[in-house]
Each structure stands twice: as structure tokens, then as C-alpha cells.
């Protein structure tokens, strides 16, 4: 029986896709960006049957492609209905992962609230108490980080990230990783702080994390209350009921 929707999350790197309902996620897939070919897309997606597809892509180019393999594609934009406000000045500019982000906490943990996507880049995305996007953080992601270092030294090496065992790195690699660990939670910390004070430290401020290091960061942040690896596609499927199938 076919599902109502085929979601699809387009990252930098990978391209996520999920099978859901109106109220669901059944299934996930995923693939690299850069294979978003007829062939690939067709074995990725072998087995799914939908009525609609739902895209939100930072990718210009994997979107065409995307749009000449789909009839019937709603991709997520700035001056579509979403479901919440905008009052950013340049709402063209917001990247639509973000704003689909913005659309699931408002949807699903209420508002206000900040979104932390930690991607290829680690964003910040703002919703205030009525429910509408102002604003955000761009900064680097901590692979970014770490790959930066090792790439653009001559003895630094590339190391697999996971919790230190010290704060006082006895070896080069226990140094990055403590770094990486103690290092990023701070620079977390602080943008949250500056976000909260501009904010005017609203009650019911709600920080719910997503993305692929989200998880390990947000274990050690109690500034955190919540990570849903599922964000995007849910404000996806969201984005999705506000516009039927005519």
C-alpha cells in the first residue's frame, strides 16, 4: 500500500530518505550526495510506493536532478505555507534544511525554541514565542574541524571521535580528541548562552539537537534537552500535510 509521502532530506554529504505517512516516519535510506543519479536513486528507492515527494536540498545541483527524476515534487522553500512565521529579512537566503528544522520544533516541542543541526556545518536556528523563524548561527562543524586540522598540518593525524578519556591529552591523538570534545561542548555552550540573553531568557525555551554528531555532543550538554535524529524529515512530512495532492 502506497505511504503518503517520500521525504528527502539533501545534505552536503549524504542524502537522506524516508517512507512516511501523514503522522509517521515508516523507513530510512540514505546515499551519497554525489550519487544522485537515475541508476542510484532508482536502487535506493526500490520497494517504496508514494503519492507525493518532499524535498528540502542545500545542493542547487542535486535538486535539478532530483526535479527531472520526480513528476510530482514539492520542494520546501521560504514562500511556501510552512506552518510558521517569518520575520528573518532575507528569508530567501535560509536554507531550507533549516527552515524545515524550525517547522518541526514549532510542530512537535512548541515554541519558543532554538534547533542545533550539526551537519557539515553546526546551525542554530531560532523560533520565537510566536512561532515564527528570526535568525541564526552558522558555525563549523566539528568533522570540518578536525579533518581542517589534520589536512592543513604536517603531523596532526586524522582521528575517529569519541569521548576522551582525560581533559590533559597525554598523546597527540587524546589532545585532538579533547579538543574536539571539550572544545566544541564550549563553543555550544556559549552561542547558546548569547542566544538565550538576546532572547531575553524566555520560560519554556526548548534546545532540541539533530544531526549526525548531535547525539555525542548533546550527552555531556544539559543545555539540551532533547535529540531527534529525525527533525528535518519530520518538518518535511509536516510541510507536506499543509499542501494536499489536488
Known amino acids: 500500500m502506497p505511504q503518503d509521502y517520500l521525504l528527502i532530506d539533501v545534505g ?10 501523514r503522522t509517521e516516519i515508516q523507513e530510512q535510506r540514505d546515499l551519497p550526495t ?9 536502487e535506493a528507492l526500490d520497494g517504496w510506493k ?13 535538486t535539478e536532478k532530483l526535479k527531472s527524476y520526480f513528476e510530482n515534487m514539492l520542494v520546501l522553500r521560504h514562500d511556501i505555507p510552512l506552518g510558521i512565521g517569518i520575520t528573518y529579512p532575507r528569508p530567501e537566503t535560509i536554507g531550507a534544511d533549516r527552515l524545515a528544522n524550525a517547522v518541526a520544533l514549532a510542530h512537535l516541542y512548541s515554541a519558543p525554541g532554538i534547533v542545533i543541526d550539526f551537519g557539515t556545518a553546526v546551525t542554530f536556528d531560532i ?4 512561532a515564527s ?18 589536512e592543513r598540518t604536517a603531523l596532526l593525524p586524522q582521528v575517529d571521535l569519541h569521548e576522551p578519556t582525560h581533559a590533559i591529552g597525554k598523546s597527540t591523538v587524546e589532545a585532538i580528541l579533547s579538543g574536539a570534545a571539550h572544545g566544541y561542548r564550549g563553543m555550544v555552550r556559549g552561542i547558546l548562552e548569547a542566544l538565550r540573553r538576546e532572547m531575553g531568557n524566555p520560560t519554556g525555551l526548548r534546545v532540541v539537537a539533530t544531526g549526525g ?11 539540551i534537552e532533547r535529540v531527534d535524529e529525525d527533525l528535518t524529515l519530520h518538518g518535511l512530512r509536516l510541510v507536506g500535510n499543509l499542501h494536499p495532492l489536488s
Request: charged share 15%; net charge negative.
Open 34 to 42: 554525489a550519487g544522485l543519479a537515475p541508476a542510484e536513486l532508482a
Open 50 to 62: 508514494y503519492d507525493r515527494v518532499v524535498t528540502s536540498s542545500v545542493v542547487p545541483a542535486a
Open 12 to 21: 552536503n554529504g549524504r542524502t537522506k530518505f524516508g517512507l512516511a505517512s
Open 133 to 150: 523563524y528570526v535568525g541564526g548561527v552558522i558555525a563549523p562543524g566539528l568533522r570540518l574541524m578536525t579533518d581542517y586540522l589534520h
Open 127 to 130: 523560533v520565537d514565542a510566536s
Open 213 to 223: 554528531d548531535a547525539a555525542w555532543i548533546a550527552s555531556a550538554l544539559p543545555e
